[in-house]
């Protein structure tokens, strides 16, 4: 009981695999994906930090590392699943946001418990910090998607993955990160060799034609 038990789940984040139930050229689990978008997060925070803007780094740092505990208890669902409706995604989020409740009531000391429900709680708000989460954890699920396409997995849902990602990263397109990643690091993206560029470029050049970007 208590914080053990805590201190033993985050191990288990390394047995939950991301896309479950598709053949994938490499596993990507919930525990690498956390450690991932923090770095993402940090990059993109930097360069809104250097375009003027004040970035809460404690907060940054703790919406990052914690974003996906949740999935702990109900892991990774599919995202075309999950983001299929509003009302869907809502309750997943009633889900998670209920189990972790009851996790942190039933593990957690009493004098730490308002602490641990404020860092679990879904850190993609309006906040400049939880936008530059919402961004960087959709970086990651596009290189993830753009690895596969890459190595010649020929499942069609990383193609869909891939244009999700790319789509919501575009609603943040006002800014500064958004801007430098779509235009210094998504042209080195699609420079790269050995992958079907047509339908990649045709994807990205479309969704960016879109959006105005």
């Not at 940090?42 to 703790?62: I, P, R």
């Not at 690895?147 to 990383?158: A, V």
């Not at 990602?165 to 958004?178: D, G, Y």
């Not at 339908?199 to 960016?208: A, F, M, P, Q, W």
Request: with cysteine; charged share 30%; glycine share 4%.
């Amino acid at each position: 009981m208590g914080i053990h038990q805590y201190f033993k789940s985050l191990s288990n984040l390394e047995q939950l695999y991301r896309c479950p139930g598709r053949y994938k050229y490499q596993e990507h689990n919930v525990a690498s994906h956390s450690f991932k978008v923090t770095k993402i997060a940090q990059f993109l925070g930097t360069v809104e930090e250097h375009n003027g803007k004040k970035v809460d780094w404690k907060s940054l740092y703790e919406k990052a590392l914690n974003h996906d505990y949740a999935e702990i208890f109900t892991g990774d669902i599919k995202t075309p699943v999950k983001y299929s409706s509003e009302e869907l995604r809502k309750l997943f989020s009633q889900v998670e946001e209920q189990m972790v409740t009851k996790f942190i009531q039933n593990e957690f000391p009493a004098e730490f418990q308002e602490v641990y429900r404020h860092r679990f709680k879904e850190g993609k708000d309006d906040t400049l910090e939880g936008r530059v989460l919402a961004v960087a954890d959709k970086i990651d699920l596009l290189y993830e998607s753009f690895g596969e396409i890459q190595k010649g997995n020929p499942e069609p849902i990383f193609f869909e993955i891939y244009q999700e990602a790319l789509s919501t990263i575009l609603k943040f397109k006002r800014m500064h990160c958004v801007q430098y990643f779509l235009q210094h690091i998504v042209p080195d993206l699609l420079s790269e060799k050995y992958i079907p560029h047509s339908e990649l470029n045709e994807i990205t050049d479309r969704l960016l034609a879109e959006y105005g970007s």
